[in-house]
């Protein structure tokens, strides 16, 4: 990106229900795809280019992503992100932004990235929450879940919690904190009900593994697994995933730390 020598970090929020992911594919709908459009509209021209810290997957959201922005010349930062935010859906918004050096990688340096994966529990909740949330029917013991969320933390291979396909012959990640947290929810009659809410935090993610790990854990609370079948896993050479991933629906990049 040297022959575009202005740099700058931004900040993006998403709801990623009508989106095909982050990344940009012909004929449908991504989040880089509407972003460049209305980029190429306020800068008058498509000499840019735009690098995003994640790729999130369909039907993800993003509290408090990052993108990097490199362009040919320098840009007025308050309007560029007024005008921009003006010619953006209602469900995509830049938070801020920052001019950076150019020998900043907005993926060598990411510090930490957190997730956040909401869910609710037990009789059917309100169909309004479902944008939001994803709803597993049935018991679910959510002490167990909690107590399990506490293996993830340290490094570990996650070859079996990350997508079947081949994308590293590192499998091997660092989580610094895992957790599983409880809140109400207002719904739209106004009444209360209990959200959850697991969260990770870790350096870097592999395809799909907050998802599947997520998955081992609602395995747990229904017990069909047990903490000692997680473990296990970690010692795994089988490249099999060790359980079946969540929904997209209730993913959050919730934020991205440099």
Not at 240 to 247: A, D, Q
Request: glycine fraction near 8%; aromatic fraction near 12%.
């Amino acid at each position: 990106m040297q022959n575009k020598p202005f740099t700058y970090l931004f900040y993006i929020q998403y709801l990623g229900l009508r989106y095909h992911g982050w990344q940009r594919q012909p004929r449908l709908k991504t989040i880089q795809g509407r972003l460049e459009r209305v980029i190429k509209y306020v800068l008058g021209h498509e000499e840019f280019n735009i690098l995003s810290a994640g790729r999130t997957d369909s039907g993800v959201s993003c509290h408090r992503g990052a993108f990097e922005l490199f362009n040919m010349a320098e840009i007025d930062l308050e309007s560029f992100i007024t005008q921009v935010n003006e010619n953006l859906p209602d469900d995509i918004r830049l938070l801020e932004g920052q001019r950076v050096s150019l020998d900043f990688n907005i993926i060598q340096d990411v510090a930490a990235k957190e997730y956040r994966y909401y869910f609710a529990v037990g009789e059917k909740f309100h169909p309004f929450a479902a944008g939001s949330l994803t709803f597993f029917q049935g018991n679910v013991d959510i002490a167990r879940m909690k107590s399990s969320a506490r293996l993830f933390i340290g490094a570990h291979d996650f070859r079996r919690f990350c997508a079947k396909q081949k994308q590293s012959d590192n499998y091997r990640r660092e989580i610094f904190e895992s957790e599983i947290l409880e809140d109400s929810l207002i719904l739209a009659d106004g009444s209360e009900a209990c959200r959850y809410c697991y969260r990770v935090k870790g350096k870097g993610f592999l395809m799909h593994q907050v998802r599947l790990m997520m998955g081992s854990l609602l395995g747990v609370g229904r017990g069909k697994i047990t903490e000692n079948d997680i473990l296990e896993a970690f010692q795994s050479q089988d490249q099999s995933p060790f359980c079946g991933k969540v929904p997209a629906n209730g993913l959050v990049l919730y934020g991205v730390e440099f």
